[in-house]
């Protein structure tokens, strides 16, 4: 079975973060995953992550030191020298469940349809590395996506966010979409790369916990996560998002929590709830399956 994975490739690009740094690569290294491609890109860090990187460097694919244009500019650099079909970031203060791997791995080798896949449960993380919150995540969908669904703090109601840290996509929709994050926007990246990739395929979910986000006082998106919610604002215009109005909002957020599971896919015809795609574990039988779940 292991000989039938896709090459998974993770990049991580990092700077100054050596706290963290450790945590971050032994959640990807000890996945035991059998086909792996793992690169750093440091920034020219001052505070002993180059030496944690070379302790771990002959499990490495490849590695630098030196200063770049940020970390989206230290993205692009890592995956330029990737070849895996199946592709994912973990910043260097984040990290993985330990069964993470195998998860995506297999789904993505069962189930050719899946282009990109991310958590119907996203953890937290705190700066000592305890999960701290997991919830549930109800779905995605494009029409939710461009409707404000996935963004949180744009002045209307939103469901959540689409988990950086526990989304991977196979090679052939990054090439699609372009094959680059865009390193113009500081904050914002993943949310604009995650609207070039509804261009072109459906984002479903896996009822697992796969990457955690970590709080702590000198994580960069908490400390600013205005300017990261005004960044991905204006990516959310830039590629047509509609928010809803008042009525929509009260209809998608009140109301429909309280009708039946059966009456939705009547309500889907009429655009009231989405088709939303979830991969599920056959169980005994084994493998995997895509339902469609109405949210």
């Known amino acids: ?9 993770i990049v991580t690009p990092s700077y100054n973060q050596a706290p963290f740094l450790e945590e971050a690569i032994i959640s990807v290294l ?3 995953y059998p086909n792996l491609e793992y690169v750093i890109i440091d920034g020219g860090s001052t505070d002993g992550s180059v030496d944690i990187v070379r302790k771990y460097e002959n499990y490495l694919t490849y590695w630098v030191s030196e200063p770049d244009a940020g970390q989206y500019d230290a993205v692009n650099k890592g995956f330029a020298k990737t070849t895996g079909d199946i592709m994912a970031w973990l910043n260097s203060d984040d990290k993985y469940t330990p069964w993470a791997f195998q998860v995506v791995g297999h789904i993505f080798s069962a189930l050719p349809e899946v ?16 999960a701290t919150n997991c919830h549930y995540h109800g779905g995605y969908s494009r029409r939710a996506f461009f409707r404000g669904e996935f963004l949180r703090g744009a002045g209307w109601p939103a469901r959540g966010w689409i988990q950086q840290e526990s989304t991977f ?3 052939s929709l990054w090439n699609r979409a372009g094959g680059y994050v865009d390193a113009s926007l500081r904050f914002a990246g993943d949310f604009e790369l995650w609207a070039r990739f509804y261009k072109y395929s459906e984002l479903y979910g896996v009822p697992i916990p796969l990457g955690g986000f970590r709080m702590h006082a ?15 604002t204006e990516v959310f215009y830039r590629y047509g ?6 009525l929509g909002s009260f209809v998608r957020f009140k109301l ?7 009456c939705r896919p009547l309500l889907a015809r009429l655009g009231l709830v989405y088709p939303q795609k979830v991969c599920l574990h056959k169980g005994r ?6 339902v469609t779940q109405w949210v």
């Open 1 to 9: 079975m292991s000989e039938r994975l896709p090459k998974i490739s």
């Open 30 to 32: 000890n996945q035991a």
């Open 115 to 130: 282009e990109w896949l991310t958590t119907l449960y996203p953890l937290t993380w705190d700066e000592h590395g305890q």
């Open 169 to 171: 996509w196979r090679r």
């Open 218 to 232: 000198e994580q960069k998106t908490a400390r600013f996560i205005k300017e990261y919610i005004r960044e991905a």
């Open 241 to 246: 998002g509609h928010p809803y109005g008042k």
């Open 256 to 262: 429909l929590r309280f009708v039946p599971a059966r």
């Open 285 to 290: 039988e084994g493998g995997w399956k895509v």
